[in-house]
């Protein structure tokens, strides 16, 4: 803890102390995390019910949504989940890491409250323009599709926003050092979100630079805007924003991991090593939206999907093993150290937070590291570019991995930043399961329906209304149904999340929160068994080291498979 | 969670210096994988490019048809050029004309839109290149089977997208 602190500014923030942590929580900070997760998860909402509509669209025995509609509403869906939903939520998470984690006081407030209005204003113009049908041109608003000039102008207002709660959340932490709020190195849970934000910080500036000359051009003011090019900066701003968003999810990893079983890095230099990778190779890595189009030559793509990629891969397959790795050797110190994997078997599995933890990890890995990886393969990509297989990629990760884990911190923020009692805990035990395993079906059935050749952004894969009709085999309507009924488990899942926490936040009883777990009391460690192993040894993470060696065989098999499949094409140069 | 003990730089366990090789080798390999298969494989991202203006690639189409024309389907022309300079235009809602290849002979197959983003995609095979206007895009294609093909745009393009289908066809 800070020895007394010493304020630079005339500002007095008002701090409270968290009877659970024994952090200092500034209440305008406080105020703020609340206000942008209540703006995130009313953003998950709508984003929710789109993606329900749209799953019951592609589900072409219901095809639900006219063709106008389903484009109109799959923009909108991008936007509220990509753009709105996870910002929103990550701003929250960023305040949290630098004022409250910290016990430093957030930096001008009103400029916070500012960058919030900016990024309400954005995402609700574009709403409507959207909805009123002005902006049928998708997320990536690809050039020379054009959108209303208003659906530019949001984008920039919300990036504008994002980028002054960014400037705000390092101001934070570098006058949280000055004052000497806390002491030696920043705990790691700050340390992802930092490299996270650092990584914002280019992201938005690359956005910058692909919509605002778009903004121009819809007004008529530029008079060409050459599509190559715009598609090379959008992405440049397009995949970075989900390396924020692998950041952040990683440093909620190692929180929910602190929390649920009381794990600490194994190896902080390590784990830090690996937040760097990411800071470093993953703009460059881009290149693996581009890979089949006309304009860069073999060694521009493979260089950047590749060594910069490839370098951000070590990165996630580092925290693949030390996160999981940091919770078995808690558990194993809590007594669990027969065989392998006693410590998986008896950990907290009806803790919402370990659960969430543990299948966000497992599906981002298995489907959206493996797939992501193979498709981003230069030579691969001609299978899988604008297929569905490129949605099954994506929802692996940022809807089972990312949001899943921004769900499971969400239950502890709660008690301890909204300070209310948790409801329907039962609810909140099973719905990482339900969300997850609804999630894991909808990324199978995009896969299996790419992999046959289902475009993805298409509203009629039958081609019914087509002058040349194709037909469409079995298999492909079956993975289409697989998509359906995981969308539909997956909206339930959802919609549980939604539930429990509205019915906390404002039917919760008021009282401050008294431990950190929520549904598991905290247990006696068993009696040490004759057959488990004693010492230094029963602390090592060997069943972590065996999972990560099935995971990549899997990864090994799934990636090598689809070369096979390549050769399998005709020939092509 | 909280801070990290003062002095954080200690040495890696075995187990995480085994992992660390292990993912880094990986890794390498599928960095190799690439420039192996640009050698060695058969199917490769085409890297041919040329700037073309709209208008001129569409008086390019209509040249490359009016010199092979062989049929029309459904108001579309069937072309059957010898084996070369191979010319399609994809354009909001349609893709012009119907090509009709040899199997075995080896193509250069022109791509581009004259006016926005398309996808080029070859089905069953599941090939699939973008298609952008301004940029005439060459693949340079070897069918190793015979029969009808299905081309589908695979890039929104706007309303009528999901009509914008066509045919490939090889003969013998």
Known sequence: MAAEAIPWSEEKAVFRTCPVTGLKVDLAAERLIIANAVAAVVFLLIGGIFALLLALTRWQVIHLLPP?????????????????????????????????????????????????????????????????????????????LKAHP?????????AVGAL????????????????????????????????AAIIAAYTLLSGALALVPAFFWSLGLLPNYDPGFYRNLFWSFGHPAQQINLAAMVAIWYALAAITTGATPLNEKLSRFAFILYILFINLGSAHHLLVDPGPGFAWKVTNTSYAMYLAVLGSMIHAFSVPAAMEVALRRQGYRRGLLEWLRKAPWREPGFSALVISIVIFGWIGGVTGVTIGTEQINMLAHNTLRV???????????????????????IPLIFRRELKLKRWATWQPYIFGLGMALVSIGFIAAGIQGVARRHWDITFAQAPFPATIPGTVHLALAVLGIGALIAVVGGAMFLIIVLVS????????????????????????STSAEEGEEGLRPKGTFVLVLAFLTFFAAYYLSNWWLLGRTWIVR | MLAPPRIWWKPLDRLERSWLTIAFVWCIFLTAMMPIW????RQNVPATTY??????????????IEQYQVGTEKGVPVVAPPPGDVFLLARQWQWYPILQLKKGQTYRLHVSSIDIQHGFSIQPLNLNFMVLPGYDYVITLTPTQSGEFSLVCNEYCGIAHHLMVSKLIVTD
């Open chain 1, 68 to 144: 106008d509609w389903f484009y109109r509403i799959l923009t909108a869906h991008g936007i509220d989940m990509l753009v709105a939903w996870i910002v929103f939520f990550e701003i929250a998470g960023l305040y949290f890491g630098g004022a409250v984690m910290l016990n430093a006081r957030l930096v001008r407030p009103s400029l916070a409250w500012l960058a919030f209005a900016l990024m309400i204003v954005g995402s609700v113009l574009i709403n409507v323009i959207v909805l009123m049908g002005k902006a049928d041109v998708m997320f990536t608003a690809y050039v020379p």
């Open chain 1, 150 to 158: 208003v659906f530019y102008l949001g984008y920039i207002l919300f």
């Open chain 1, 164 to 195: 002054l709660a960014l400037g705000l959340f390092f101001a934070t932490i570098v006058v949280a050092k000055a004052e000497k709020r806390y002491e030696g190195s920043l705990p790691l849970v700050v340390y992802g979100l930092v490299t």
């Open chain 1, 391 to 413: 949605p099954g990629h994506f929802h692996a990760t940022v809807v089972a991995g990312t949001t899943l884990a921004f769900m499971g911190l969400t239950y502890y923020l």
């Open chain 1, 505 to 528: 936040v404002f039917t919760g009883k008021r009282q401050e929160a008294r431990g950190l777990l929520l549904v598991v009391t905290p247990s006696s460690p068993p009696a040490p």
């Open chain 2, 38 to 41: 640009f050698f060695l494989g």
């Open chain 2, 51 to 64: 700037r073309v203006s709209p208008e001129e690639y569409q008086q390019r189409v209509a040249d490359f």
